[in-house]
């Protein structure tokens, strides 16, 4: 497969809120609006949710100087190069596309929620009606047919772009210059970089919901690194042993002086 | 009547044995679901029982039967499965199935290796239940728990799978005699002399007994 791995660089700096990604994520991939209840913050709805992919999520943040401060990060899948989901997935449902971006086919997803679990993001969402999970594809039939996903095209400030790799990796970096040292770079550092990275103004702890360090899951890693392949090694190694046991100490007999009639 | 088959000794009764195959039918019938959902080139097995959506559900379901059964066959078997001192000699000796020995302790009902086999099979069949029900319905436990019931519940079939194998080949090529006690109950009695010597003894001072 040809690889022309694609990033989305969302660059928090220049969010202003306005939530055109979310709306438009919504019409292009035909998710409906379901109604939510206020918490108190300008961020609707509360949660990401199995018809809401991406999410601007409102946090009001007050800086060692003492001063006031809107962060907006526009939340969804970070599309992992080492994807905690597609490790886990018994159905082949989540698997990687030809841009790096992490695909999901619903017809084959079987509802186990094991992704749920896994993912170091906590990205996909159940819906309980079809039993099917919903996340981020990257706009994936839209980059097929050379396309930017809905979001950055409905970007008024320029905030969300995407291009190959590389180059959005030296933007990430570039900007970074122009921000004078009062920016982080977020996602080419772990989970052998994401295919979403972020421009932060402040540190990642800051931030409501982001892991400063996400990796797969030492769970994960065990359960199908060793226990896995182990289940087929030890089953088949002890019936190796029986095997051999037969051949070389033959059956438990009983003891013949007993048998015929007594 | 039935005791005055010769030379033959009733050793299992019939809901014994059929609690045995409950278990075992449905442990074997989760390992193998287990196994189509683990292994996605075995795609054979979702194939064989129409889609690994069915799969899963087949898997539930029987893992309930599991969980059911291992209770009763807890209740039904922990008495004979008592350890007792004589059984650390058994162990060391190996039960005489790897080098020659003259001095094995005489067995009750069950030897020290049955004995483990039934003991493994219980601690690792609760914690393959529980971590079973956990991982039907991640999103009703903490994170934490979550993640590693699915490592748990893989360790532990681990673990019933291999013993499973000792326990398949010593209860029919390994001990021949043995596997009729699991399907008409009867054994010869030279089988009682050699696998079950104490309890056949004992059996044998009570006449109301067989
Ligand atoms: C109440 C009992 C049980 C329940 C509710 C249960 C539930 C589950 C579920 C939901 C999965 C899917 C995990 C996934 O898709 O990643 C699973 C996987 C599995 N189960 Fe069970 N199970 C039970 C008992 C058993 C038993 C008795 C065995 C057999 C010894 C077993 C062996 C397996 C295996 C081998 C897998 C595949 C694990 C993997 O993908 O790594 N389960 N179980
Ligand atoms: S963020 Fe979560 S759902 Fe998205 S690719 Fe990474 S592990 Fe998978
Ligand atoms: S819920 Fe669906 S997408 Fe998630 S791991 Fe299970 S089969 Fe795969
Ligand atoms: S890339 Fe597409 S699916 Fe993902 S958040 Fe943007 S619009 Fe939604």
């Not at chain 1, 790799?165 to 996602?187: F, P, T």
């Not at chain 1, 095997?243 to 007999?253: R, V």
């Not at chain 2, 000794?9 to 390992?31: N, Y």
């Not at chain 2, 532990?156 to 001990?175: C, E, K, P, Q």
Request: aromatic share 12%.
């Amino acid at each position: 497969m040809k690889k022309t791995e694609y990033i989305k660089l969302i660059d928090t700096t220049k969010c202003t809120a306005c939530r055109g990604c979310q709306v438009a994520c919504k019409q292009w991939n035909e998710m409906p609006a379901m109604r939510t209840r206020n918490f108190g913050s300008y961020q609707n709805p509360p949660d990401l949710q199995w018809n809401t992919w991406t999410l601007i999520r409102f946090q009001e943040h007050v800086d060692k100087n003492g001063d006031f401060k809107w962060l907006f990060r526009k939340d969804g899948c970070m599309h992992c190069t080492e994807a905690a989901c597609i490790k886990v997935c018994p159905s082949g449902a989540l698997y990687h596309t030809e841009y790096g971006t992490v695909g999901i086919n619903q017809k084959l997803c079987i509802g186990c929620k094991a992704c749920i679990s896994a993912c170091p993001f906590d990205i996909p969402r159940f819906n309980q009606q079809t039993e099917k999970i919903y996340k981020c594809d990257l706009c994936y039939d839209r980059l097929k047919d050379g396309q930017q996903p809905a979001c950055a095209l409905s970007c008024p400030t320029g905030a969300i772009t995407v291009g190959e790799r590389e180059a959005m990796i030296d933007k990430a970096y570039g900007r970074l210059d122009q921000l004078e040292g009062k920016g982080i770079v977020y996602g080419d550092k772990f989970v052998g970089g994401t295919h979403v990275m972020y421009i932060l103004s402040e540190d990642p702890a800051v931030y409501d919901k982001l892991p400063v360090k996400p990796r797969i899951p030492a769970s994960v890693i065990l359960w199908k690194n060793l226990f896995k392949p182990f289940t087929l090694i030890g089953m088949g190694a002890v019936a190796g042993m029986a095997a051999l046991h037969y051949l070389i100490k033959g059956p438990h007999e009983v003891h013949e002086n007993k048998e015929g009639d007594e | 009547m039935s005791g005055k088959i010769l030379n033959m000794v009733r050793v299992t009764d019939p809901i014994e044995r059929i609690a045995h195959w409950l278990l075992a039918g449905s442990c074997l019938f989760c390992l193998f679901t287990g196994l189509g959902l683990m292994f996605r080139s075995w795609d054979f097995i979702p194939a064989l029982l129409g889609g690994l959506y069915a799969t899963k559900w087949m898997h539930i379901f029987s893992g309930v039967v599991f969980a059911f059964t291992l209770i009763y066959a807890f209740m039904m078997w922990k008495k004979d499965c008592a350890f007792e001192p004589d059984d650390a000699k058994w162990i060391a000796q190996g039960g005489g199935y790897l080098w020659k020995t003259n001095n094995l302790p005489p067995v009750y009902k069950y030897n020290a290796g049955q004995k483990l086999f039934f003991w493994f099979v219980v601690v690792f069949g609760v914690l393959i239940v529980l971590s079973g029900l956990v991982i039907w319905n991640p999103l009703v436990f903490p994170t934490a728990v979550a993640r590693w019931s699915y490592a748990l519940h893989a360790l532990s079939a681990l673990v019933i799978g291999s013993f499973f194998v000792v326990h398949l080949y010593l209860g029919t090529i390994g001990n021949p005699g043995t596997f009729q006690a699991m399907t008409t109950g009867w054994c010869s009695k030279a089988w009682c002399e050699t696998h079950c010597p104490r309890w056949l003894a004992e059996r044998e001072k009570d006449p109301s007994e067989s």
